[in-house]
């Protein structure tokens, strides 16, 4: 059944506007018992590094569950120092990964896509080290970000976007979080960043479609929990629900939060205040 509470608390403020690389954000508050890795380097490609803020619980005697976040902004803008809004997972003892991607200005898709899937399998190669449970990853993001997480999480052990780095294991995660994210870029190429970023495969419907996460939906798909306003200018509701739609047919365990006269994430207070009531409860019915 599609949810449609009238407030909605969203974890992470996802970014969707431009920002200047001068703008300075506050920093990630983190527990006294939490150790901090900003910057680590998860991948290098033509002299760009791909970095990530880790954040991992040093005194649990157990491997714990880890949220990879992945801003948004349009594959065109945003930054990970952007999102900050951590507690509750480091309430819930998650480690967090706090991803960066090269953006459109740097290499158009499918390059974000490959930096997310370099970002996991970076999770999965350091877990031991990282003391999380690759059993217990959950993936979420906003708007671009969004997309980029139902990319990686929906792809699964498929490895065609993994040229740039390589894991001989099987890769699924627990779970994704998808706020408001594109799903369907064969509706969306024709202009603005999508077109942008797309670039001359714009009107490559066969790569269009193999960059759109709605073309990955399967029976073994993993748990997805979608939240999208029905005002969105942005990315059309109808997105998430086609979504929502095709992956209840698969038979695969979802969730969708409606955000009634939500606009692209921009929520009221009100509409901000009870995702903890949905989100955590499926999130712990995964066992996570």
Known sequence: MIKTPFTLLIILSFVCNSFSQSVKFKPV??????????????????????????????????????????????????????????????????????????LTDVAPAPAAIQDVRCALIYIYEHAKSLNVDTDKIVIMGGSAGGH???????????????????????????????EYGPADLTVLHHDGSAKRWLNNHHLNTEFVKSVSPMYYVSKDSPPTFIIHGDKDPTVPYSQSVKLYKKLK????????????????????????SDFGKFVWPFLESLGL
């Open 148 to 178: 980029l997480a139902l990319m990686a999480g929906l792809l699964g052990n498929n490895k065609k976007f993994d040229t740039n780095c390589h894991y001989k294991g099987t890769i699924k995660v627990a779970a994704i979080i998808d």
């Open 29 to 102: 508050k983190y527990p006294s018992n939490y150790t901090a890795t900003i910057d680590q380097v998860y991948t290098e490609i033509n002299g760009w590094k791909g970095r990530m803020d880790l954040y991992t619980n040093s005194t649990s005697e157990t491997p714990t569950p880890i949220v990879i976040n992945i801003h948004g902004g349009g594959w065109e803008s945003g930054q990970k120092e952007s999102q900050t809004g951590f507690g509750t997972f480091f309430k819930k003892g998650y480690a967090v990964a706090n991803v960066e991607y090269r």
């Open 249 to 272: 047919a698969q038979g695969v365990k979802t969730e969708f939060m409606t955000v009634k006269g939500g606009k692209h994430g921009n929520f009221s207070r009100s509409q901000k």
